[in-house]
């Protein structure tokens, strides 16, 4: 998992967004609540569940399918999530706080 920040120089609670690379063997639904709980500075355990806005087994099987073929054509999703805008290609989670 790496992320970049797009105001580094500021404090987790100014931060706006950040995005995250999704690690070898990590699923696109695991992905996402990290991020949002990095982006947040909350503990995974307080978030809302995923499962409330979006289906992680269908969010996994979606990304899981085009990070097995690399030729398979790019998409994303986006949706909002315990207070924050989520878009997510094969590779990357991007999370913005919604305003």
């Known amino acids: 998992m790496t992320h970049d920040s797009s105001n ?16 070898e063997g990590e699923s696109p639904s695991e992905a996402v609540v990290r991020a949002t709980a990095d982006l947040t500075n909350t503990p995974v355990i307080d978030l ?20 097995r073929r690399p030729g398979h054509k790019e998409h994303s999703v ?16 991007v999370v913005r706080r919604q305003e």
Do not use: A, K, W
Request: charged letters at 25%; a negative charge.
């Open 8 to 23: 580094d120089n500021e404090t987790d609670t100014q931060t706006t967004e950040i995005t995250y690379e999704i690690g």
């Open 48 to 67: 809302d569940p995923l499962y409330f806005v979006m289906d992680p087994v269908h969010l996994d099987g979606l990304f899981g399918e085009s990070r």
């Open 78 to 93: 986006t949706f909002s999530f315990n207070g924050c805008h989520i878009s997510i290609t094969r590779d990357t989670v």
